[in-house]
């Protein structure tokens, strides 16, 4: 059984306004063994689509190496325009040593309402994957109910639209659950209708521009 451990902690600072929220990086990010094309931060993984969304959306004209430099180009956007990270889940076991969120067992969640308590300034989370099964915003419903906190609906339609109140105040947060950074999420946004209007009406549209399309309003 492998431990798969997050091997970062949250990157928050105090005027952090916008939190991202997934799950897990892949194993290699535990172990050690990145590959050359990796950086060793917060959704460094070179199979991974968030930083190329945000490349796109910013021109941020980014590295995709494992160097001191790749990682300081994505602190200091993040520091730039209050984006903070958390993934919800501090530990998990698995069977097979894969990246897969359907793998996890045993998942030790981190204290994202702690978290949110600590920053004051934080008013939005922006989830990278939905409420499928050990998906963050799967786990964030779970982690909430323990505060016996609703999670109200704002809107249903893809990225679906969440809000709540922090327990013991008046403070709402607005959650956004967004298409998954990954290429394992490919295939349900090719099924999704509203790609595929998007794809009728421009055919050279793929699902990284879908993603782009998607996530600029809220970063």
């Given amino acids: 059984m492998f431990l798969h451990t997050h091997p ?28 050359a094309d990796d950086v060793n931060f917060c959704y460094g993984s070179r199979d991974g689509q968030l930083w190329p969304i945000l490349n796109t959306i910013f021109n941020l004209d980014l590295k995709y190496e494992t160097t001191e430099e790749a990682i300081t180009q994505r602190k200091q956007f993040l520091i730039n325009r209050g984006i903070g990270i958390c993934d919800i889940v501090a530990l998990a076991k698995r069977e097979k040593v894969d ?39 799967y786990f964030f419903r779970k982690h909430l109910a323990t505060y016996n906190t609703k999670f109200e609906v704002v809107s249903n339609e893809v990225p679906r639209i969440h ?12 959650t956004v659950s967004l ?5 394992a999420a490919n295939r349900a946004v090719g099924s999704l209708q509203k790609y595929k209007e998007m794809k009728a009406k ?18």
């Fill in 179 to 183: 298409t998954a950074p990954s290429g």
């Fill in 163 to 174: 809000q709540f109140i922090i327990p013991n105040s008046k403070r709402l947060i607005k």
């Fill in 202 to 219: 421009n055919p050279s549209m793929n699902t990284i521009d879908f993603r782009v399309d998607q996530y600029r309003p809220y970063f």
């Fill in 99 to 137: 990246a897969s969120d359907i793998g996890m067992l045993d998942v030790e969640l981190r204290d994202v309402i702690g978290v949110l308590i600590k920053y004051p300034k934080i008013d939005t989370l922006l989830f990278t994957g939905g409420n499928s099964k050990n998906g963050p915003e």
């Fill in 8 to 35: 970062y902690p949250p990157f928050i600072f105090d005027s952090t306004t916008k939190l991202i929220v997934g799950t897990l990086p892949p194993p290699r990010f535990t172990t050690g063994d990145l590959k």
